[in-house]
């Protein structure tokens, strides 16, 4: 079965591949009649021996009965043959064929942590799956007037998934990552020290620059507790959010707030120039590969209209890293300096690391 593997991914690789072709053939456009598609031969070859692979496979699958067990879930087979799906995705085989291991027309199997780790590890868009996902028996029934009410329903969420079953115990358990809701009250309202940009301010900054913002993209937003805010004040936010055992997404929802389920790497699902406004939170740090963060701000770049603002909110690194790496990163984009705060970073590990926080706001340049 291993080879039998291994032409399915290279099947997998190949449908790819073909797709560009057909892509890159249609999007080139001329009055003269197209020039003919030039797919090379030894690729033309590799195709038909994997299309011969792919069919025999397939053919084989059904009478999986006679062998110790399928390898491949039929449903894969299937969904791979109608959409290829990313290359991430095949570097995790194992999550991958467990995640598709399920009854179709079913409901789904409880496994939305197999999902996250699949996510996280780049596969994204997932491979759709035909099954009931289940969801809370006590749908809400009001509008949520108040972002920040003193608690939230338990009863809105499926805490199976969460090592927490209630949130009492999510406030307790993780403090400051947004359930807490007597702590997230007065984020991004006050002004504590000088990396901390409260929204009246932020609003001021760009009316008397004659600039509107009314959307914005809060990447790695955890709860919503930004977007929350930001609602108060008529402007729109989406917020991107992992789960990480935490019911981020769920929250965010119940707040009545928009959250994408989607990981850093991904390319942002909005066209260029569409948002007044991008904030990167703690999630954007010197933990993410250098060359990805380029491709990140990059996009940030793509999706800002010109006059646009780029907000790094505590941002940390290490102070000499910030000097050195992160700091001529940054001056690349060519963005107006209108904050540019540096602080230390004061908890254990970043006393231990000479870590520092940088607060930056950036203006995009409204022509290039
Ligand atoms: C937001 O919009 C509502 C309805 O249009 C309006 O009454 C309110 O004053 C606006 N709030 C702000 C802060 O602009
Ligand atoms: C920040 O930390 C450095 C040592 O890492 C120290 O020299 C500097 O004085 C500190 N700055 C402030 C404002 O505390």
Same mark, same amino acid.
Request: some cysteine; charged content about 15%.
């Given at each position: 079965m291993g080879l039998l593997n291994l032409l399915l991914l290279m099947a997998m690789v190949a449908t790819n591949i073909l797709s560009l072709y057909h892509l890159s053939a249609r999007t080139f456009? &001329?009055?003269?009649?197209?020039?003919?598609?030039?797919?090379p031969d030894h690729l033309l070859q590799q195709l038909q021996t994997i299309r011969a692979a792919i069919n025999h496979l397939t053919r084989q699958q059904p009478s999986?009965?006679?062998?110790?067990?399928?390898?491949?879930?039929s449903d894969l087979l299937l969904f791979s043959r109608l959409s290829p799906i990313a290359s991430s995705c095949h570097n995790h085989p194992d999550l991958l064929h467990k995640y598709m291991t399920y009854t179709p027309y079913s409901p789904c199997p409880p496994d939305s942590d197999v999902a996250e780790s699949l996510i996280l590890r780049g596969c994204h868009p997932l491979p759709r799956r035909r099954c009931f996902s289940k969801t809370p028996s006590k749908p809400p029934s009001?509008?949520?007037?108040?972002?920040?009410? &003193?608690s939230f329903s338990?009863?809105?969420?499926?805490?199976?998934?969460? &090592?927490?079953?209630?949130f009492s115990c999510l406030a307790k358990q993780t403090p400051n990552l947004g359930f807490d809701i007597s702590a997230e009250i007065s984020k991004f309202m006050?002004?504590?020290?000088?990396?901390d940009l409260p929204i009246p301010q932020l609003l001021q900054i760009s009316k008397s620059a004659n600039s509107v913002i009314r959307l914005g993209i809060d990447i790695g937003g955890n709860t919503g507790t930004f977007a929350a805010r930001m609602k108060h004040y008529n402007v729109t936010i989406i917020t991107t959010t992992m789960n990480f055992n935490l019911p981020n997404n769920e929250v965010v929802a119940i707040r009545g707030l928009v959250p994408l389920h989607m990981?850093?790497?991904?390319?942002?699902p909005v066209f260029d120039g569409v948002v007044d406004l991008v904030r990167c939170g703690r999630a954007v740090n010197r933990w993410i590969p250098l060359k990805m963060m380029e491709f990140m701000f990059y996009d940030v770049d793509r999706v800002l209209r010109g006059g646009g603002y780029f907000w790094l909110d505590h941002f940390f690194s290490k102070g000499v890293d910030l000097d050195k790496i992160y700091g001529p990163l940054i001056w690349k984009l060519g963005y107006k300096k209108v904050k540019w705060a540096v602080g230390n970073k004061t908890d254990s590990g970043g006393l231990k690391n000479r870590q520092v926080y940088l607060t930056a706001l950036l203006q995009k340049p409204v022509s290039r």
């Open positions: 456009q &001329s009055p003269r009649p197209p020039p003919p598609l030039q797919v999986a009965s006679s062998q110790s067990k399928p390898t491949i879930p009001s509008l949520p007037h108040n972002p920040f009410p &003193s338990d009863s809105n969420i499926i805490w199976a998934q969460y &090592s927490c079953k209630s006050t002004y504590k020290t000088e990396l990981p850093l790497q991904q390319r942002l």
